[in-house]
């Protein structure tokens, strides 16, 4: 078995087989796990961690490499391959840390780099993470039963995706908020001219942006500060007027 791959100019060939007894059994049973885990057309990546740094991290530690091993095999996702991939994330972000525990890494690196360190840099949340395990212990499970005829799957739902309010399968990115009312409260944007789906922070975070923001006019202002935001206006209209 071969796969094609590269251009027209630079066409390359690999060998499966050959690949496969270079690597090893237990190195291509885990792929599939691994593979998922790091990113695929179902699964999200983690931001700024790679295959490639993934792979040489799995065969450097044997339980990594037995979890990696073992997603899949079963439907259900088992604590025990759910704590060691936690740990697996806090070794992809920190090699030397002995922290396992994901929102503990996150704090010690927002705390490192003293606050000045973008979303996409922090490993994600216990919550988050858990529902990115889910569906990367779901896809691997897919796909080892590959040559298995009309396979009967679970619904996904179960598995780290829900249906929205128009009947499609979305990811179900966590389970609670993703901070205290509280503090989300203050989180603001300072875009000038207008909210970008691509381009504002609050947006590009899933959240709605506030009366904290530089631009109160945008189309992503919760109902509750547009209508503040109108009552101001027409208090200055009034006020304008009184004085004339």
């Known amino acids: 078995m071969?796969?094609?791959c590269g251009t027209r100019n630079r066409l390359r060939l690999i060998h499966v087989h050959k690949l496969a007894a270079v690597l090893g059994r237990d190195v291509s049973i885990a792929l599939p796990g691994l593979h998922a885990f790091t990113g695929c057309d179902t699964v999200s990546?983690?931001?700024?961690?790679?295959?490639?740094?993934?792979?040489?991290?799995m065969r450097?530690?044997?339980k990594f490499l037995q979890v990696f091993k073992e997603l899949g095999q079963q439907w259900e996702l088992t604590q025990h391959s759910h704590e060691v991939l936690e740990e697996f994330v806090c070794k992809l972000y920190a090699c030397r840390s002995d922290t396992a525990a994901v929102n503990?890494?996150?704090?010690?690196?927002?705390?490192?780099?003293?606050?000045?360190v973008e979303s996409g840099q922090l490993p994600p949340c216990a919550d988050c993470l858990?529902?990115?395990?889910?569906?990367a212990n779901y896809q691997a499970a897919v796909w080892r039963q590959c040559l298995e005829g009309n396979p009967e799957l679970p619904s996904p739902c179960d598995h780290g995706w829900a249906i929205d309010s128009s009947s499609e399968l979305k990811i179900k990115w966590m389970t609670g908020l993703p901070a205290p009312e509280t503090l989300l409260a203050f989180i603001s944007c300072k875009c000038a001219r207008s909210c970008e789906v691509d381009k504002c922070p609050c947006w590009i975070n899933g959240l709605k942006c506030t009366s904290e923001c530089?631009?109160?006019s945008c189309m992503n202002m919760t109902e509750e500060d547009d209508k503040v935001?109108?009552?101001?206006?027409?208090?200055?209209d009034s006020e304008a007027?009184?004085?004339d």
């Open 45 to 57: 990546a983690i931001s700024g961690q790679g295959k490639l740094k993934g792979l040489k991290l």
């Open 229 to 236: 935001a109108t009552d101001s206006d027409c208090s200055s």
């Open 241 to 243: 007027s009184d004085t």
């Open 104 to 116: 503990e890494m996150r704090y010690k690196l927002w705390v490192a780099k003293k606050g000045c």
């Open 130 to 135: 858990y529902q990115h395990c889910l569906r």
């Open 2 to 4: 071969y796969v094609r």
């Open 60 to 62: 450097q530690h044997e």
């Open 214 to 216: 530089k631009l109160q």
